[in-house]
């Protein structure tokens, strides 16, 4: 229905708006409540209308009196002026509101707009006897005929069938009013589809509209924050996802200009067989007679995708016998594994993780032995995280043998690596999952001499690029054990480029089913697997277009029975698909357990802003699509 009068404003605000403890009042519910914990807004004249507009516009001004209380000891713990800017937040949210109001009526033959200009915020008392504090905002609005007005959106989300969760930041937001942090998140669907979050330090903070450049948006520090759906998930079989979001360009923790590429063939770094450690060689964790030492190997690594076999940190030779142990990828069968061979008995332990998901973008692999001579005793961790791994053994393993060979990085053996690798670093112990999580340090090189008791330990440390002088790749641990590129000329050594945007915002896992929708490596992304399929994944990503800093609007949508997963990046079709499940079972629903926003295992931690998100169940058509994307632009103005 069209709004006629501002106190037809105030009751969809009642119905519709939550600004944390604060709701809205007329003057003389302000005046018998001045000593309750009220919240308070009155309208000034409070049944003002606004008449009907013939083919032009008409100005119309208005003031509106904020309040808030400030006598109780917690409320006084707040300082004043945070107080003031508290009112001042709420005032520009609820004008906000109000043009959204105005703006998205059915049938409606006005629309309104602001006169920027003519908005003011002013304090007009202090702490009194009556132990208020107020503002007066002052504002004209102006009308115009729908014919003059031009492209105002008639379409929301609601109108379009199957709706199921409606999540809007300048709608339905609790949120403690000293500190901004979210409680809770109220679906404007109607479906009661609420998300929530009771832990402060994984609460997100509402950052208010500001008049200019961002909307209302709900912020995730990139570290824990994350908001979990209160009841089941109400994704079905078919599903389309909408979100507007942004994720926060990562800022490296020091500087790391280069990288060192391999292209295969006999490109490595040798890093030769220096004399130390347990077994007279420092890079070597046997004594030769049965007893290992812990260690670790890390390698920030990005592989290309087309090759299918990799070497990262190897201490072998495949002629002679003269292995000792390897961390590779081997990239055609998307497996990860770390390996120690005892060559006396040919018997070997291995782990392997065997669901390898980063392709093409930069990841922090980390290994780690705790010198037990057991397949359990190693562990693999990618991007700090330790990911499940089958313990394999292969004959008899009586410990690693002491040989001769040089470490090398990249190999160059027979399967050597084809890709990028940066800050390859050794330790002479077990790194602890804290240490490794530090390392990671969310999502870029760090300096490793800095890290707590993990740099004691480091015994090598190869930036691959950084103070390099071709044909060295300086060892920049206390060691110096340089390594020499052999097969690769100065090109080899270029510019690092980090992965700038990465996290989750919206994901759905429950036991192998899993849906993920978010930004990664500079693509948006988006997962399925198939809970009745293990490992069998299915996912599209889209490169970014454009000023990845600023806000876009990321869609997915899911059709199982024509297995179409498809990925809208703003109102570009491209995609990238990646691998189908021919036996996906289309009858799955997704209702097991809570979606998430903000984090999920897949993309992990979102580092950066969510607007809005909605979600029906079933596939929309592009018609459909369209519609809500045109919605969200025009609301957000993305593109």
Not at 58 to 80: G, K, M, N, P, R
Request: with cysteine.
């Amino acid at each position: 229905m069209a709004i006629t009068r501002l106190t037809d404003i105030v009751a969809a605000m009642k119905s519709k708006w939550t600004y944390g403890d604060k709701d809205f009042a007329y003057e003389f519910e302000v005046n018998q409540h001045h000593n309750t914990q009220y919240p308070y807004m009155m309208i000034v004249p409070p049944n003002s209308e606004i008449p009907e507009v013939y083919n032009g516009w008409e100005a119309y001004d208005f003031e509106i009196d904020f309040f808030d209380l400030y006598q109780t000891a917690s409320q006084q713990a707040v300082a004043l002026e945070q107080k003031w800017d508290n009112l001042e937040d709420l005032a520009l949210e609820w004008l906000n509101n109000v043009m959204i109001n105005f703006n998205n009526p059915t049938g409606a033959n006005v629309g309104i707009y602001f006169l920027e200009e003519s908005i003011g915020i002013k304090r007009i008392k202090e702490v009194a006897n009556d132990r208020l504090i107020q503002i007066k905002m002052s504002f004209t609005m102006r009308g115009v005929t729908r014919c003059m007005f031009g492209s105002i959106p008639t379409h929301s989300p609601n109108q379009i069938a199957n709706l199921s969760t409606w999540l809007r930041a300048d709608s339905g937001v609790t949120f403690d009013t000293p500190t901004k942090r979210v409680s809770s998140w109220v679906d404007q669907s109607g479906n009661n589809n609420n998300a929530a979050q009771s832990t402060a330090t994984k609460q997100p903070l509402r950052i208010p509209y500001d008049g200019a450049s961002d909307k209302t948006r709900i912020n995730f520090d990139g570290t824990a924050d994350e908001l979990e759906s209160v009841t089941n998930s109400p994704i079905n079989t078919d599903f389309t996802i909408f979100t507007v979001a942004q994720s926060e360009p990562v800022t490296p923790a020091f500087t790391n200009t280069y990288s060192t590429n391999f292209e295969g063939g006999t490109d490595v770094v040798d890093c030769g067989n220096p004399v130390g450690g347990a077994g007279g060689q420092l890079f070597s964790f046997t004594d030769g007679a049965g007893e290992d030492q812990p260690f670790s190997l890390s390698v920030w690594a990005n592989v290309d995708p087309t090759e299918p076999w990799r070497g990262w940190i190897e201490k072998l030779e495949y002629t002679g016998n003269q292995k000792e142990y390897q961390f590779n990828p081997v990239y055609s069968n998307g497996y990860v594994f770390i390996k120690l061979h005892d060559n006396v008995s040919g018997g070997y332990i291995m782990a392997r993780f065997t669901a390898l998901e980063q392709k093409g973008e930069w990841a922090l692999y980390t290994a780690t032995y705790d010198g037990s001579g057991l397949d359990t005793g190693l562990k693999i961790y990618i991007n700090g995280v330790e990911v499940f791994t089958s313990k394999i053994t292969g004959g008899v393993y009586n410990g690693m043998s002491l040989t001769t060979s040089s470490l090398d990085l990249g190999n160059g053996n027979s399967n050597s690596y084809v890709g990028d690798l940066d800050e390859c670093s050794i330790y002479d112990k077990e790194l602890s999952a804290v240490e490794i999580a530090e390392m990671y340090n969310s999502g870029n090189p760090n300096d490793l001499t800095t890290l707590a008791t993990s740099s004691i330990s480091l015994i090598g440390w190869w930036r691959m690029g950084d103070g390099a002088t071709f044909p060295t790749i300086p060892d920049v641990s206390t060691n110096s054990n340089d390594g020499n590129m052999i097969g690769m000329t100065s090109a080899n050594i270029r510019a690092f480029a980090p992965n700038s945007e990465e996290g989750t915002y919206f994901s759905y896992e429950f036991g192998n089913s899993k849906i993920a929708l978010g930004s990664s490596s500079e693509r948006i992304y988006c997962n399925v697997a198939d809970s009745s399929q293990a490992g069998g994944e299915w996912n599209a990503r889209r490169v970014w277009n454009g000023d990845s800093s600023k806000y876009h609007i990321a869609t997915m949508w899911l059709e199982s029975a024509s297995k179409n997963l498809g990925l809208k990046y703003n109102n570009d079709t491209t995609t990238s698909m990646e691998g189908i499940m021919p036996s996906y079972d289309n009858t799955q629903t997704y209702n097991a357990a809570k979606f998430k926003i903000g984090n999920g295992t897949y993309l992990g931690n979102l580092d950066g802003n969510v607007q809005e998100l909605i979600i029906y169940n079933r596939a929309l058509t592009l018609i459909e699509q369209n519609t809500v994307i045109n919605y969200l632009n025009s609301k957000y103005k993305i593109y």
